[in-house]
């Protein structure tokens, strides 16, 4: 997982035990090396986000939330490019960006008595480790941090589940305690996100919960009433989303999907997110929040690109990320951009219309659809007010009127009868769209992508659509994973990878854990 650099002292001129103090190299009075959680806690806020968008470009492709201006690309085949790090950036930020820094704030917190700071830390590495094996599948988990070794041997996913929970229940627990030194105004110091309102953290706790347990839908063992009851403890608006903030004023401290960075200008909106949103899919109904969300062309008409087929016109920014300003313009450069795609728009790593969605699925599935339908709407509804708070002046936000029509058509059933799985996972599609990869990637394999679930469900059938064909590795098949970074285990670590098969040709399709029966 990680090289170790050995630094050899050849002190020929000295002795060791008269001149001790001039070679302990480790000390340094003036730059003290004990991390302080405060100072530590906002570079980690930057990994979590860097990680995810980083490696959303190809995720993306996956999962269809955008494709490429140009066809036949790799990873829209769901294929991948050997010898290289790309797609192996939540792996960096997990075990190196965030990775020992977790441990000093938490050291930092117990010796000072602040054990708000700790819970956060813990909260953290369960949305990091969640993230991570989600992503690549099984993971370096007993020995991550373990500076005495050289190779690393590969946990499960069970194992790795089964840490987000205890991390996830023991920050729950830090974050709830009321003595030692912490509190509020201090943990502010350091946390940008919920300004050191332990409250909102702990919610953010039990959100990964309902993540962790909802993704094993496929296991007899799933509990939908555990599900629902974490929900329930999670963000109960979008007042508790957790939302990573972004100056935006350079490229420094700007979205990493902004225009000032300009990161996504060979990407399209895909024409699955289209036909979610134009009444293709939803019985004739037109989304208000297409126009707040997606590029629009000059006709007023909104396109995307399928799965490897390219853009026919390269040049073409009608189907553009909207990470521009306006509409329709031929040579974009750098400028405000749109929803979340604006420079200074903050990376949403979990939000209340994703819970409910969660929520509703649990409900579906235990049998209270009238239930389901009441975490659907919210669902939706606050979904809706999320796009209102990232509507960019000059473009008109969703009106009450607007929001009120739609919350009243075909889109939304008026029983708990009529509504189906579908509607489900295709609301839950459009809220997640743009920053929920990991989470609708989870979703996609749950359901075998358009292969259905153990139950026979098949939310995607008819809507996600396979590329044609599949990258020459898959043997026909589709991405299940990601493999682990190439420039720590491909290089450094081969022995332990091949032991999960991570040296065969189609590793990247076998099927994760947590999707299987």
């Not at 749109?338 to 819970?355: C, H, L, Q």
């Amino acid at each position: 997982m990680k090289t170790k650099i050995i630094v050899l002292l050849i002190g020929a001129i000295f002795s060791l035990t008269s001149c001790e103090k001039y070679l302990d190299i480790n000390t340094d009075p003036s730059n003290p090396q004990v991390g302080e959680a405060q100072i530590l806690l906002p570079p980690i806020f930057s990994q979590m986000e860097r990680g995810v968008q980083f490696d959303a470009r190809y995720l993306g492709r996956y999962i269809q939330n955008w494709g490429l201006s140009t066809p036949n690309d790799r990873w829209e085949q769901h294929g991948w490019l050997p010898n290289s790090d790309a797609q192996g950036e939540i792996w960096r930020s997990h075990y190196y960006g965030i990775g020992k820094n977790i441990d000093l704030i938490i050291a930092d917190a117990n010796e000072t008595k602040q054990f708000n700071y700790a819970g956060v830390a813990k909260a953290i590495r369960a949305w990091s480790w969640q993230t991570t094996t989600d992503y690549h599948g099984e993971a370096i988990l007993k020995q991550a941090f373990d500076d005495t070794r050289y190779v690393f041997d590969y946990d499960t996913q069970p194992e790795i589940y089964a840490e987000v929970v205890r991390l996830a229940n023991e920050a729950i627990t830090d974050l709830g305690k009321t003595g030692g030194n912490g509190s509020a105004s201090k943990l502010a110091v350091g946390d940008i996100v919920y300004k050191g309102d332990a409250s909102k953290w702990i919610k953010f706790s039990y959100g990964l919960l309902a993540r962790n347990l909802h993704n094993l839908s496929n296991k007899s063992s799933y509990n939908p009433d555990k599900v629902i009851e974490f929900a329930d403890k999670a963000l109960q608006s979008n007042a508790d989303n957790f939302i990573i903030p972004n100056g935006g004023l350079n490229t420094s401290d700007g979205n990493f999907f902004g225009p000032i960075r300009d990161n996504l200008a060979g990407y399209r909106q895909s024409s699955l997110i289209v036909t979610l949103m134009d009444g293709t899919v939803f019985l004739g109904v037109n989304d208000p929040r297409a126009s707040r969300m997606l590029a629009v062309s000059g006709d007023g008409e909104i396109r995307g690109v399928g799965p490897a087929k390219g853009d026919p016109n390269r040049l073409n920014v009608l189907t553009r990320i909207p990470n521009v300003w306006g509409e329709g313009i031929v040579n974009p450069g750098p400028g405000k951009g749109k929803y979340i795609f604006r420079d200074n728009a903050g990376f949403p790593v979990m939000t209340y219309s994703e819970i409910q969605f969660i929520k509703a699925e649990a409900l579906f599935r235990k049998g209270d659809k009238n239930g389901a339908l009441t975490a659907y709407k919210n669902g939706v509804s606050a979904h809706i007010d999320f796009v209102n708070s990232n509507v960019t002046s000059g473009i008109t936000p969703i009106s009450g009127v607007e929001k009120a029509a739609y919350l009243a058509s075909a889109a939304i059933p008026s029983t708990g009868a009529a509504l189906t799985l579908e509607m489900i996972m295709h609301q839950k599609f459009i809220a997640l769209w743009g920053h929920g990869f990991v989470e609708t990637w989870s979703d996609l394999r749950r359901f075998n992508y358009i292969e259905g679930d153990v139950k026979g469900n098949n939310p995607y059938l008819g809507v996600f659509a396979y590329p044609t064909p599949f990258w020459v590795d898959n043997n026909n098949k589709p991405i299940q994973r990601v493999r682990p970074r190439f420039n720590s285990e491909y290089v450094w670590n081969m022995d332990a990878l091949a032991k999960i098969g991570g040296d065969k040709s189609d590793f990247h399709t076998v099927k994760m854990w947590f999707s299987q029966p």
